[in-house]
């Protein structure tokens, strides 16, 4: 027996007209204000409680670690099982643990230590839905139209920063933050009642006795290893995510201690950086070919951007220099999904996804527990200008070794007794010339 054939959206029809994309796309919005809201309460909740950066590594370190443990093997599971139920039941439970805080704060409990004890479970149910969410988009859509796709639903994230954090500012004033923690926990509602509407297909054909999770997971290994383009493009992506992890933290803790602005102003320059990822999303849409060299470009851009916002107490050159960081990282992070989604057939795309989630995540909660030190040793102006250096120093690096091993050969005259046997080739050239890209 096999799973139902995905029946992804015809090439003709726009996506925007397509039912159940805009259904998942109005999910993952939905998700995407609930986030907002959650990291610009949270960090203000957890500093409030405790006055100490170091808290709010320590919450968002346990926060991280599910997904170092649990990400490949939930990426299996993605391969394995229905995409659509693992999204779900995600969903809910994310929903009623997110939900205790209001309700400690209603029964007038110490809400430190809530936050403390749902950090894990919830990290490890982000890992599960992550798994199945992030493999699923082929099969909605099609590849043809992958790059498209992935540009309409940052655009919806971004929409949802942008509405977050001003709305989250309101909240917190009004409510305080565990209460806009209580709405976080209904927007994961919302995310599964769209699952639950979503008719087509989230997975394409498939046995429905698939070989040990052993042996899946060693394919998907095996697979990463052997595409010289995916694996390093992985490993440039976790040497980046492991100096961006704690920037949210460091930025709240830059602007409240540091500049002392307010909570309104802090929600005004997340939405102004979402408003850039936007702008990085359509100009993301318009690449027809995934390219290392924009991706790195993107980043740099975006960390320029940073180190600028380190060294200011200016609120207008802060929001300008935001908004180009929210461009240059959403050009840079969409680019790089869309690349590793077309090269990785559906039957691994969920190990392969969560492979490289794993890598790109596994150091970060000794990332943002480094990031909670630094922010009690030095400063949250000091912590976001290393970040940011860091993140060029590792682009331009990473582009000069594309450069430098992408170049033509010097000709070697061939033995002439010796026959050459060529080496196929792909059918996009500008992948052909990155496959040439070792670590």
């Not at 039957?347 to 996804?353: A, Q």
């Not at 912590?383 to 331009?396: E, G, K």
Request: hydrophobic residues 55%.
């Amino acid at each position: 027996m096999t799973t139902p054939a995905s029946t992804a959206t015809p090439a003709g029809r726009n996506l925007l007209r397509d039912r159940d994309f805009l259904l998942f796309a109005g999910g993952q919005g939905a998700s995407a204000l609930g986030d907002a809201l959650s990291k610009t309460a949270l960090p203000l909740l957890v500093l409030a409680l405790t006055g100490s950066g170091l808290h709010m590594g320590l919450i968002a370190m346990l926060s991280a670690l599910p997904m170092m443990l649990l990400g490949v093997p939930a990426g299996a599971w993605a391969d394995r099982f229905d995409r659509r139920r693992m999204m779900l039941w995600s969903d809910v439970g994310r929903a009623l643990l997110v939900a205790a805080v209001p309700l400690a704060a209603v029964l007038g409990l110490p809400m430190l230590p809530v936050l403390y004890a749902i950090a894990v479970p919830v990290g490890a149910l982000y890992a599960v839905f992550e798994a199945a969410c992030l493999s699923c988009v082929p099969s909605l859509v099609g590849r043809e139209r992958l790059g498209e796709a992935n540009s309409l639903l940052s655009i919806g994230n971004a929409l949802g920063y942008i509405a977050g954090p001003a709305l989250a500012g309101v909240l917190v004033t009004g409510i305080g933050g565990a209460g806009t923690l209580g709405v976080d926990a209904l927007t994961f509602a919302v995310s599964a009642l769209t699952l639950m509407l979503i008719r087509r297909p989230l997975q394409t054909a498939r046995e429905q006795t698939p070989a040990p999770m052993r042996r899946q997971v060693l394919e998907g290994f095996r697979f990463i290893a052997g595409h010289r383009l995916l694996r390093a493009a992985l490993l440039y992506w976790a040497a980046i995510t492991f100096f961006t992890s704690p920037i949210i933290i460091c930025a709240t803790y830059f602007i409240r201690e540091d500049l002392g602005w307010s909570p309104g102003v802090l929600g005004s320059i997340i939405a102004v950086y979402a408003v850039g990822a936007i702008a990085g999303a359509v100009l993301a849409s318009r690449i027809k070919e995934a390219s290392v060299a924009v991706m790195c470009a993107g980043t740099v851009l975006g960390s320029v951007a940073l180190l600028v916002l380190s060294g200011t107490a200016s609120l207008p050159l802060a929001l300008g220099v935001v908004l180009l960081a929210g461009g240059g990282e959403s050009l840079s992070a969409i680019l790089y999904s869309t690349l590793r989604a077309r090269l990785t057939p559906d039957e691994l795309l969920g190990r392969v996804t969560t492979t490289a989630q794993v890598a790109a995540f596994s150091l970060r909660p000794l990332s943002v527990l480094v990031a909670g030190i630094a922010l009690e040793a030095t400063s949250g102006s000091m912590t976001l200008a290393v970040i940011a250096l860091s993140c060029i120093a590792i682009s331009v690096a990473f582009a000069s070794r594309i450069r430098r091993l992408s170049a033509p050969p010097e000709p070697v005259t061939p033995e002439p007794t010796t026959p050459v046997t060529p080496e196929p080739t792909l059918t996009r050239p500008a992948i052909l010339k990155a496959e040439e890209v070792a670590p």
